[in-house]
């Protein structure tokens, strides 16, 4: 048996793949992924893709960025693995003094974790517990966007509002109020932008004025609602949001998670409208795309609640085994080298320009109803009637269907729903960007049925 069929056996009778119909997993056999090369990925066959998403965005200088495999080589000459509760190790320190450095504002604390989940779990639980030992033990209650996506761990699956990934899980969640999507196309309210006058952050007004004795914070995707299919914010919606907390006395949340580490064009989404949080979650990014380590920034305020004697117990009781792992902390650290000395962050504003303009032709073709952009997160979202805006049956699995004709023209992209998700490594070419909306264009069309 062939390594190839092997690998592919084991994969059909053993592998249980993330948000995957396993089902129908045999009925298209997956691309083996082998190697990876700058942005590309190569398979067990000698295949070469674009990686179209950054490895579900998280790729940020290219793969196997010599300087970063470097600096995991180095450190496992050193120390593999330590733990963080009672003792302390140089990269884990100087990487949170990094963070502290680069974060907005007054994020002067980083408590680490492994994943984008497990950071918005701690932001949660350290927003809960802040308020408990501040005197105001009543402010107990979260605020949170329609069609949010926080993670999926329980917490996290509470302050999320996506009922396809959410809703079953209902009964094991807390609850959670809920402000309308800002939404645009799809108003909630039903209203149009911007003689609205942003009333759907007005609305979180609405409800601290009346009940923000009771609420401890807000979580908020600044800017981009990714896994709702790359929603980009109405411009000033996120710092009038900042504004309303900070008025009722609320903790902030920032999750970026998604829009950290240059992926909207600053270094973190809440830059675009100078958006100081309480709480920052960061993840994915953070290593330049190489190993699992999350972040929950926290503010000197919120930090100082949790000091006290040792009998008093303000303690953070919480930690996982491997946070704030040495490898992991010395690849962000060599990430983060790499975007300070190559400019990453500035150097993407012509490749958002490039993909501007490729994506207004994209726009025009007879099934694209909406093309949404911020820096380089983009989703083109398919229809099948873009005059009255009626979307496919999800039977007709067209996001999926594009994406995989787009991979026959040699990029490897997602789709969210009907929604096709682009976000290409930082360190792309102009020339890949090129690729990349040229084989995106033509797989829409191609699955569409519409001219390219
Ligand atoms: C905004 C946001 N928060 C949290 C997460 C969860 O991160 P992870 O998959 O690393 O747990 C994601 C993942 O896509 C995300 O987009």
Not at 140 to 162: P, Q, R
Request: charged share 20%.
């Amino acid at each position: 048996m062939s390594e190839h069929s092997q690998t592919l056996r084991q994969d059909i009778d053993h592998l249980w793949h993330p948000f995957t119909q396993m089902r129908l997993w045999p009925e298209e056999p997956p691309v083996i992924i082998q190697r990876g090369e700058g942005n590309w990925l190569i398979d067990d066959q000698g295949r070469r893709f674009f990686d179209g998403v950054s490895s579900l965005w998280v790729t940020v200088h290219g793969h196997n960025h010599p300087a970063i495999n470097q600096a995991i080589r180095d450190q496992l000459e050193q120390l593999d693995h330590s733990t963080l509760l009672g003792l302390s190790h140089p990269q884990a320190a100087r990487l949170a003094a990094e963070l502290a450095e680069v974060t907005p504002g007054e994020l002067n604390k980083a408590f680490y974790s492994e994943s984008g989940s497990t950071s918005v779990e701690i932001a949660l639980k350290i927003a809960f517990q802040y308020w408990q030992q501040s005197g105001r033990p009543e402010k107990k209650g979260f605020a949170a966007l329609g069609e949010a996506y926080h993670g999926d761990t329980i917490g996290a699956v509470s302050v999320g509002g996506i009922d396809l990934f959410h809703q079953v899980y209902g009964p094991l969640l807390f609850p959670v109020h809920r402000l309308p999507q800002p939404f645009c196309r799809r108003c909630p309210l039903g209203l149009e932008h911007p003689a609205c006058g942003l009333a759907c952050a007005e609305a979180l007004e609405t409800l601290l004025a009346e009940q923000g004795d009771e609420i401890g914070a807000l979580i908020v995707e600044p800017r981009v609602q990714g896994a709702a299919g790359m929603i980009v914010q109405p411009e000033g919606y996120l710092k009038r949001l900042w504004e309303i907390c900070r008025a009722h006395d609320v903790l902030f949340i920032a999750d970026e998670v998604a829009t950290g580490f240059g992926r909207t064009g600053k270094l973190f989404a809440c830059e675009l409208e100078g958006v100081e949080p309480d709480l920052m979650c960061l993840g994915k990014g953070i290593t330049g795309g190489t190993l699992p380590l999350a972040a929950t920034m926290a503010t000197d305020r919120v930090y100082s609640a949790f000091l006290g004697e040792f009998d008093e117990f303000k303690t953070f009781f919480h930690g996982h085994t491997y946070t704030g792992n040495p490898l992991a902390c010395a690849a962000a650290l060599a990430s983060l080298k790499l975007m300070r000395e190559n400019d990453v962050v500035a150097n993407t504003a012509p490749l958002i320009q490039r993909l501007s303009q490729g994506l207004a032709r994209i726009a025009e073709q007879e099934h694209v109803v909406q093309v949404r952009q911020q820096g380089m997160m983009v989703g083109i979202e398919l229809s099948q009637d873009k005059a009255t805006d009626t979307p496919y049956p999800p039977e007709a699995r067209m996001g999926h269907h594009a994406i995989m004709a787009a991979r026959e023209h040699g990029v490897i992209i997602r789709p969210l729903g009907d929604t096709v998700i682009l976000m290409p490594p930082l360190a792309s070419s102009l020339e890949e960007i090129d690729l990349l909306l040229e084989a995106t264009g033509k797989g829409i069309a191609e699955a569409t049925g519409a001219a390219a």
